[in-house]
């Protein structure tokens, strides 16, 4: 589910639940490892991705926003 969204969004923000034994930054690296994405940022429990997406016509310019 994560891989389609990033896919079909390029930018995507995941909410780390409690009962996870994890920490967020912790479950960003394992993501970004395995999704061969770029972390965003990580601010309490949230999470947000970047990867960018061919398939997209309209691009997010990460460096410029």
Known sequence: AVD???TA???IKIKVLNSCDLEPREVCEMLCE???CEPVLVVGS????YR???KKS????????
Do not use: M, Q, Y
Request: proline share 4%; net charge positive; no cysteine.
């Open 4 to 6: 389609t969204a990033l």
């Open 52 to 54: 960018f997406s061919p």
């Open 46 to 49: 949230k999470v947000v991705l």
């Open 34 to 36: 395995h999704l061969k």
């Open 58 to 65: 309209k691009h997010i310019d990460l460096k410029n926003g």
């Open 9 to 11: 969004r390029e930018l």
